[in-house]
């Protein structure tokens, strides 16, 4: 009699690994030999991205993300501005270059599906996946201003 109770919590056991590993979601930064031919390539055809960035007051870029339009893999950015021409996207992408050391990394969805690119200094990104085509990114908030 312990022996389909044994199996049944093994099954479940791993059910529930599996639905877990299903849905995990990261960032992993490109090599740093081909960042700028993989940043020039996301400029030049930024027509072919949803493009989105996160701006904190005073007009300081955070970090740029780019979605490709024609994949069924949809970011939905949270609190993030849609960016609508190549001037903004390379005015913001001038911007976060000065003062700042950022990078390209790929972001990852469930199955480890590419989602799109973000540029940004690091990768603090709070991700949840929604679905198989569906991520959320949130928005990334500015540190606490130190008390006086």
């Given at each position: 009699m312990r022996r389909p109770i044994g199996t049944l919590f093994f099954v479940l056991a791993a059910f529930l690994v599996l639905s877990a590993c299903a849905g995990v979601t990261r960032v992993r930064q490109i090599p740093r030999d081909i960042q700028e031919n993989v940043l020039h390539e996301l400029l030049e055809q930024w027509?072919?991205?949803?493009?989105?960035?996160?701006?904190?007051?005073?007009?300081?870029?955070r970090a740029i993300i780019f979605?490709?339009?024609?994949?069924?893999?949809r970011i939905l950015a949270d609190r993030w501005v849609q960016v609508q021409s190549k001037e903004e996207v390379l005015r913001l992408v001038l911007h976060i270059k000065s003062g700042q050391?950022?990078?390209?990394?790929?972001?990852?969805?469930?199955?480890?599906?590419?989602?799109?690119?973000?540029?940004?200094?690091?990768?603090?990104?709070?991700?949840?996946?929604?679905?198989d085509q569906t991520i959320k990114v949130y928005e990334i908030k500015p540190p606490n201003a130190p008390a006086a």
């Open positions: 027509e072919d991205y949803r493009i989105f960035a996160t701006l904190w007051r005073g007009g300081q870029v979605n490709p339009r024609d994949e069924d893999k050391s950022p990078r390209v990394f790929k972001i990852f969805g469930p199955q480890d599906t590419l989602f799109g690119y973000l540029y940004a200094p690091n990768a603090d990104l709070q991700i949840q996946a929604l679905n």
